[in-house]
């Protein structure tokens, strides 16, 4: 293990923090509190969750395991709701689709060898996954508002035609679901030329043979695209009938 | 009683669309009120009245595409609230004063009715409709951003009758089109009302489509005005 980062360097990279700050305050950006309650959040929540998983790890409940997974997913699936604008139904929506889609990448990466099931595999990988799940959730409901909103007079006419709300909404929900799988896919494009993301880039940096690094990195790569395809094709189909009242008309929802 | 029911042998004869004391509010604001009316099968009945006086929202309420506050409507003798929203939009087709024509072609828009019924496509229908409204067969592949604005809503026309509708509400259609388009496009609304036997309702601010109505609703301040019914 070749790391150095001890208490004093931490305290001395805080001067980055101080240049974003500086900005912030020379432009007037009004996001200083922000920034400052961000910056000791992070700390906070970084210096707990170190001690607790430590003492996961040590302890190697599957039953611990299993209910921090279901925590994170569950934050996961709050944080997604945030972003719904309103949407009915967005929390259990948003926590289905964010389990399922957890559930079936970490059921298939299980089932091809590639993690077992114990708590210093399983837990920063269903994090991995439900975070990029929950982003990839929150741009289908900021589109899906948006397209509603954007082409409120093609579901009116569709509707007035006798589509029922799929047909109505199938355009919507296609480009929906692109949205949140875009970010994916683009970082999927550019992986190794233009960033070296964060599993590959840590295992580097924890002394890991690069190449050995990469064969992680791919199948980050590969459970990401599964797990926001599934999530943002779930919260979709899910939510797009959150736009429409009980006797099938139009109704964008109020924030 | 505001229908116009009458017994015909001894069997009692509904009106297709009857309309008993509708409302619509909004929040405080009451956009329709004291709504009486009642349309019989193959009717044409044109809806007159200021802007924002509430012909289109009425227009919308009885497509099903808004419900009322309060009264009653009822389709073919059944409460609307019985029947299934879709099936009955299928039934009493609306159409739109600036209509957004969907996906690329023509050919797309007209398919569009089928595809939500999971039929096959009649091209030979689509294209004997396209020459009878003044254009091509070929047209059917055209793109509908080359379309005019006259033929844009030619084809959305059709596009509400490529299967028939019983009942035809068209708001404001004949708006911003030239002369020429208007006096087709009213001609093209007649044989549907007279040849296909189709139940037109239509909302209009136009002064010779006025003086022309078969029957005539005035609506203004949400209400009907008195006299101002035919």
């Given amino acids: 293990m070749n790391l150095a980062v001890n208490n004093q360097s931490l305290v001395l990279a805080l001067g980055l923090v101080m240049i974003a700050l500086a900005i912030g305050w020379k432009e007037k950006l009004g996001i200083d509190r922000d920034m400052i309650i961000g910056v000791v959040r992070a700390v906070i929540q970084l210096f707990v969750v170190g001690y607790l998983l430590k003492y996961v790890f040590r302890i190697a409940n599957i039953w611990l395991t299993a209910i921090l997974i279901f925590i994170i997913i569950f934050n996961a699936g709050y944080n997604a709701k945030q972003r719904s604008g309103g949407i009915p139904k967005a929390l259990p929506i948003s926590v289905g689709a964010i389990l399922i889609s957890t559930g079936v990448t970490l059921g298939v990466l299980m089932l091809a060898g590639a993690i077992k099931f114990i708590p210093s595999q399983m837990i920063p990988i269903s994090g991995m996954i439900a975070s990029n799940s929950m982003v990839a959730i929150g741009l289908c409901y900021r589109n899906l508002n948006a397209q509603f909103k954007q082409e409120r007079q093609a579901v009116l006419e569709k509707l007035a035609l006798g589509a029922d709300l799929k047909d109505a909404s199938r355009d919507i929900v296609r480009a929906s679901i692109k949205t949140g799988m875009q970010p994916t896919i683009d970082s999927a494009k550019t992986v190794g030329i233009v960033s070296l993301p964060g599993m590959m880039s840590g295992l580097i940096f924890a002394g890991v043979d690069p190449v050995r690094a990469i064969k992680y990195q791919i199948m980050v790569t590969f459970m990401l695209m599964s797990a926001t395809s599934i999530g943002s094709v779930l919260a979709c189909y899910w939510a797009y009938r959150g736009f429409y009242n009980e006797r099938k008309q139009l109704q964008v929802p109020s924030n | ?230």
């Fill in chain 2, 1 to 230: 009683m505001v229908c116009n029911d009458f017994y015909a042998e001894g069997a009692l004869i509904v009106s297709l669309l009857t309309l008993e004391n509708v409302g619509y509010q909004v929040g405080q604001q009451q956009i329709l009120r004291g709504i009486s009316l009642a349309i019989d099968a193959g009717e044409w009945v044109t809806f007159a009245g200021p802007s924002g006086g509430g012909k289109s929202t009425l227009a919308r309420i009885i497509a099903s595409l808004l419900s009322r506050t309060s009264g009653e409507l009822t389709f073919d003798g059944q409460p609307i609230d019985s029947y299934d929203p879709i099936a009955y939009r299928r039934r009493v087709s609306y159409s739109f004063q600036q209509p957004t024509l969907f996906g690329e072609t023509v050919r797309d828009n007209l398919a569009f009715p089928y595809q939500i019924r999971q039929l096959p496509f009649d091209s030979q229908r689509a294209i004997t409709a396209l020459e009878y409204v003044g254009l091509a067969g070929a047209d059917l592949d055209k793109a509908v951003i080359d379309l005019s604005g006259g033929q844009r809503q030619r084809v959305a026309l059709l596009r509400n009758v490529m299967i028939y509708p019983e009942v035809l509400i068209l708001d404001e259609v004949t708006a911003g089109l030239d002369a020429e388009n208007k006096a087709f496009v009213w001609s093209l609304i007649d044989h549907f009302n007279q040849e296909d036997g189709i139940t037109i309702l239509t909302i209009t601010h136009d002064q010779s489509e006025i003086t022309a109505a078969k029957r005539l609703v005035t609506v203004v301040d949400g209400q009907i005005v008195p006299g101002g019914a035919s």
